[in-house]
């Protein structure tokens, strides 16, 4: 089974619907509403929890299906859980997005999966107002094993694939506490971006106007880009990958699609010129 999930990965034929679809969803005028989809005021990604609505009222659809007498509440609960398919959908869609290429095509699957629950739920809501009740039931239970198949491999996606987990959560747990050398002051040239390593951990070290240096994990939290990489503009690092913007000063990310922001270094020069730098909570 996860072999088969493996797979989906690995279609490429896939490719050619995802750039297509992929400029389309970028193109959509979201503005802010963008970030909001993708989960930056909640800290993680919003999809996930606007789905528990939608499979939340299918299930219980389909206990009142085996339940005598509660023909007009499991109708009413296809009904919900097909309106509140709309913003599960709007929030997948704006993450997809911004994914690697095996998480799109996987990705893609998932959508399809549920693309067929949804309209077999749809179509089950119209039989039974109809008064076509067990034609109704069969289409709402066709429509949950689509919708439970869709879940899985959502969560293929999510957890094997670790799409909209935050890539920078093992940096605490890869360093020692304490101070660490990263190099002289006049390494650091002002207003660029430079990388440094402490152990398996890259950094993004940047020297500000006044002096001033603020040193941010160098792996973005969306999808480990390489911040080093990134341009440097009012205070902040855009992601060269994604372009989620990080503030210098805090790791913040004032942009998406990242929802997480990004691990900062206290940050200390001895008398000798040399930079140290150290992670609170690590080790
Ligand atoms: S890796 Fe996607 S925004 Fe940085």
């Known amino acids: 089974m996860v072999t088969s999930l493996d797979a989906l990965g690995r279609w490429e034929k896939l490719d050619a619907l995802t750039g297509p ?66 913003p599960a959908a709007w929030a997948g869609w704006v993450d997809w997005a911004e994914q690697h290429e095996d998480q799109m ?52 996606l999510a957890y094997r694939q670790a799409a909209g987990a935050n890539k920078t959560e093992p940096v605490p747990h890869l360093l020692d506490d304490g101070w660490h050398p990263v190099g002289r002051v006049e390494d650091f040239p002002i207003g660029e971006a430079v990388r440094r390593e402490l152990g398996e951990v890259p950094l993004l070290v940047v020297r500000r106007p006044g002096g001033h240096l603020h040193v941010l994990a160098g792996r973005c939290s969306h999808l480990s880009g390489p911040l080093p990489e990134g341009t440097i503009t009012d205070g902040c690092v855009v992601c060269p990958w994604h372009g989620s913007v990080f503030r210098l000063s805090d790791g913040a990310n004032v942009r998406g699609p990242a929802t997480a922001p990004q691990p900062t270094f206290q940050v200390s020069v001895d008398y000798e010129g040399i930079v140290h730098v150290r992670l609170p909570g690590a080790g």
């Not at 802010?32 to 009222?57: T, W």
């Not at 107002?129 to 066709?142: C, D, E, P, S, Y």
């Open 21 to 86: 679809v992929q400029r389309v969803v970028r193109g959509l005028p979201l503005g802010r509403y963008r970030d909001v989809l993708h989960g930056l005021p909640i800290g993680h990604p919003l999809h996930p929890a606007l789905v528990q609505v939608p499979m939340g009222a299918w299930l219980s659809a389909a206990v009142l299906d085996v339940v005598p007498g509660t023909g007009r509440s499991a109708r009413l609960l296809v009904g919900v859980g097909v309106l509140a398919a709309a």
């Open 105 to 156: 095509r996987t990705g893609l699957v998932h959508a399809a999966s549920i693309a067929v629950a949804v309209g077999l739920y749809a179509r089950s809501w119209v039989q039974r107002g109809r008064g076509r009740t067990a034609r109704g039931k069969v289409l709402g239970f066709a429509g949950l094993c689509a919708a439970g198949a869709g879940g899985m491999i959502g969560g293929h």
